[in-house]
């Protein structure tokens, strides 16, 4: 029997397993979703990238979106909110995760980005499903009406600011809610010898560690996109 292709690393005395990827297997694992090319978040990729060259980078990879699709139609998550909407890309595949009734908040600071993803929710025909508002994340968090709660959060804004998102929606998540925080690797610049020094990096790993410790939650860090955080809401 041939050897499995996992990277086998000695560690103390611990073998890490594990798979690397390659551009080769990572288009494999892209092309091995549900759904395949969708012309439309196609279409949306293009003009954010035309539009917003330098910040086209933002939008979440496709195995992601898939992801996300799938945890909010499995969970069968109802109220769902976002922080970080950029070009609405992300709302689209959470959105379709939600049944017909369901209703995803989005927070954006930019009128420019998000003319573009209202643009997109109409033609994705999700327009119905999303409320947007725009304004600091904070302060529109801290403004919510009382008894506003969610099922499904997905977290992907200033980096500096996460643990504020945190604790400011999760007393408003329901039990067994899900809260996803994006680049929670920080494009692999961590599990360093060294701590980060960049602020944005040291917020990250300091949440990263608070989660795994957090007895509110249980959580396990994904290494998909460029890494996602994801928490079981434990309740009270």
Same mark, same amino acid.
């Given at each position: 029997?041939?050897?499995? @292709? ?66 909010? #139609? !499995?969970?069968?998550?109802?109220? !769902? ?15 379709? +995760? ?25 033609? #994705? +025909? ?10 600091? !994340? ?6 919510? !009406? ?44 961590? +599990?360093?010898?060294? @701590? ?18 957090? @007895? ?6 994904? @290494? ?13």
């Amino acid at each position: 029997m041939s050897a499995l @292709p996992w990277h086998r690393r000695r560690h103390r005395r611990e073998t890490l397993k594990y798979t690397a990827l390659d551009d080769g297997l990572y288009r494999y694992l892209v092309q091995c979703r549900s759904g395949g090319e969708d012309a439309l978040l196609e279409a949306l990729r293009e003009e954010t990238r035309r539009q917003f060259p330098e910040d086209a980078p933002m939008q979440i990879p496709r195995d992601q979106g898939t992801f996300m699709t799938l945890l909010a #139609a !499995a969970t069968g998550a109802r109220h !769902a909110i976002e922080v970080g909407t950029f070009t609405g890309i992300s709302a689209i595949y959470i959105a379709r +995760g939600l049944p017909k009734d369901g209703q995803l908040l989005c927070l954006d600071v930019s009128k420019e980005w998000t003319a573009l993803a209202r643009q997109y929710w109409s033609l #994705a +025909g999700v327009a119905e499903k999303i409320e947007l508002r725009l304004g600091p !994340a904070l302060t529109s968090l801290e403004k919510l !009406a009382r008894g506003r709660n969610f099922d499904f959060a997905f977290i992907d804004a200033d980096k500096t600011e996460y643990d504020g998102y945190y604790e400011l929606i999760l007393p408003r998540m329901k039990k067994n809610g899900l809260i996803l925080f994006d680049n929670m690797l920080w494009g692999g610049r961590l +599990g360093k010898k060294s @701590p980060p020094k960049h602020p944005a990096g040291r917020a990250i790993d300091a949440l990263n560690r608070k989660l795994a410790r957090d @007895p509110r939650v249980d959580s396990v860090l994904l @290494p998909i996109g460029d890494g996602i955080n994801l928490c079981r809401v434990l309740g009270a």
